[in-house]
């Protein structure tokens, strides 16, 4: 049988991009979140899910701007089924709210532990669940080494995680898939409609494994996430909504 170039370099491609973590979706998998333009910024155009995705904040608005986009991505992955583990030392989320991004939060078990250690040991244990659709990590520090952990442990199971930075002073080095971070920009009130608008943040991809990172503002509206086509926020024009 001849092979040609091209199928030999495809196959290659599929290959390294196994190699550094991704894996095929399990059958009946969602891997279109909705997210638009930026789901060209990944391998493939496709989310990739059965991956540790960490989210950096350095202040409680960028925390909560995280969450929001985070719970936005949970209600799609649930739609596929099984339940979702929010593990903290610290919670700040208030599980009501949770039903402004579509998800119930009779679906997501809240796991309250006592310390940092016990955040990301409890993590890798619930990564391993394959029962489980998805696994956030709220914790301060991540290493490189604490990072390939769950990393290796999603690669068996096939469940998304994201790992939720807070108060991050120093950028370090980690496994994780891609590393993004979110913050809040002024919404658009609606017509004739007084008080606020849809949760609107900006949206920064820092980094994607074999992808390709960029910048969006996107708008959480009726149940999904919307690109919105605006001028250059600056940090003097931010302001919260």
């Known amino acids: 049988m001849n092979v040609t170039k091209e199928e030999i370099i495809s196959k290659l491609r599929q290959d390294m991009v196994r190699w550094e973590g991704f894996r095929p979706p ?10 638009g333009p930026v789901a060209s910024a990944f391998p493939n155009g496709v989310f990739p899910t059965g991956a540790i995705h960490e989210f950096i904040s350095s202040s409680p608005e960028d925390t909560a701007a995280s969450g929001g986009f985070i719970a936005g991505l949970v209600q799609k992955l649930l739609s596929s089924g099984g339940a979702c583990l ?3 030392y610290t919670r700040r989320i208030y599980p009501p709210a949770l039903k402004l991004f579509g998800v119930d939060p009779d679906r997501v078990i809240f796991i309250d532990v006592p310390s940092q250690k016990d955040v990301l040991w ?5 990564l391993k669940c394959e029962g489980v659709a998805t696994v956030i990590c709220e914790t301060k520090e991540l290493s490189f080494t604490e990072s390939q952990r769950l990393q290796l442990a999603v690669e ?3 469940v998304t995680g994201f790992v939720l930075r807070k108060d991050v002073k120093k950028i370090n080095t980690t496994a994780c898939v891609t590393r993004w971070q979110v913050r809040p920009v002024r919404s658009q009130l609606r017509t004739g409609m007084p008080g606020v608008g849809y949760p609107r943040w900006q949206v920064n ?5 074999n992808g390709k990172p960029g910048n969006w503002i996107i708008e959480w509206k009726k149940l999904s996430f919307q690109p919105v086509i605006a ?4 940090e003097s024009a931010r302001q919260y909504a």
């Open 26 to 35: 399990k059958p009946g998998a969602n891997n279109d979140l909705g997210l």
């Open 231 to 234: 001028p250059q926020i600056t």
């Open 122 to 126: 409890v993590t890798e244990e619930a």
């Open 205 to 209: 991809l820092i980094k994607v494994r």
């Open 156 to 158: 068996k199971s096939h």
């Open 86 to 88: 929010w593990i903290s």
